[in-house]
């Protein structure tokens, strides 16, 4: 068994390990306090946490929340808190940002490695080194550190994680080699989660894949359906879409047994399964690196 899914196998307990954590007092105080104006930040599968977690705060009445590529953030915004996600704390643009954020703003980093230079940039962090990863590829840092934002806005941990603990254990819902192309579909907080899926399978597996909120399928990406290709959506399609995917001969995974986030384990799983199937090491990914650190921006010792 591959490291990457090795790692993938632990997730339910690191997400019931984070809800525990996110009731203790230092992670409610370091998270945005309700109605703050809140921007999220991150790059690569962090990004798409980010994401996902704007989505998830805002519609739970939380208050404004907008995600951010971490080199594309705007710093002539004003927001009162500012949450940086990064696996390393070493990632450049993630530095750049905090390092960037104007004296009294308030910021709060979530990572796997206490003392790494985001870590010490920010006002406040959160620590989940038992989520931590030696693979490359991000599966259960990234799913634990929105289990514990899910859990900071009630939502039920526990019974995600079951929901995870069957999606280690089914089948895949499409065979590794089975198609050529996946689409992967979302909405709200899910687009997050859809594109995350798509990375997963580039990464691993260099598959060709794509992903976009499920209203805006029909307006050009739906051109590519056909037999030997499948649409993967996160949660509940709108009214009709089911049939028009089907009429174009391609395959529709349905995992709507599962909560969205242990749907992403199926994606994770198959991501490694479709690398093996094509004599790829899902744990050696082309061009990839644990972290991304740009010779041009200084990481603080």
């Known amino acids: 068994m591959s490291m990457t899914a090795t790692e993938i196998a632990t997730q339910p307990a690191c997400w019931r390990r984070a809800a525990e954590l996110a009731r203790a007092p230092a992670v409610i105080a370091a998270l945005p306090p309700d109605a703050a104006t809140t921007a999220v930040v991150g790059c690569g599968t962090s990004l798409f946490i980010a994401q996902a977690y704007a989505a ?90 929105l289990a514990l934002l899910r859990a900071a806005l009630g939502a039920d941990i526990d019974g995600v994680a079951a929901d995870a603990e069957r999606a280690i254990a089914a089948d895949l819902p499409v065979a590794p080699g089975a198609v050529d192309q996946i689409t992967f579909l979302g909405g709200g907080w899910t687009v997050g989660l859809a594109s995350e899926a798509a990375l997963k399978c580039r990464e691993a597996a260099q598959l060709w894949t794509e992903s976009y909120p499920a209203m805006e399928y029909r307006h050009g990406p739906i051109s590519i359906a056909q037999k030997g290709r499948a649409v993967w959506p996160f949660g509940p399609l709108p009214r009709g879409l089911a049939d028009e995917i089907l009429a174009t001969g391609a395959t529709l995974v349905d995992t709507s047994g599962f909560d969205p986030l242990a749907a992403l384990i199926l994606a994770q799983r198959f991501a490694v399964a479709a690398a093996e199937h094509k004599g790829l090491d899902p744990d050696q990914p082309r061009s990839l690196t644990r972290s991304v650190i740009l010779a041009h921006m200084e990481v603080p010792e």
């Open 56 to 145: 998830a705060r805002e519609a739970a009445g939380r208050g404004r929340t907008d995600a951010f590529s971490a080199s594309e953030f705007p710093f002539g915004r004003d927001y009162r808190c500012v949450l940086a996600i990064s696996r390393s704390g070493t990632t450049s643009e993630v530095v750049d940002v905090l390092r960037g954020l104007p004296v009294g703003a308030v910021s709060t980093v979530v990572t796997a490695v206490d003392g790494s230079p985001a870590a010490r940039l920010s006002g406040r962090r959160i620590v989940l080194d038992f989520a931590d990863e030696q693979s490359v590829v991000q599966t259960r840092f990234a799913t634990t550190t």
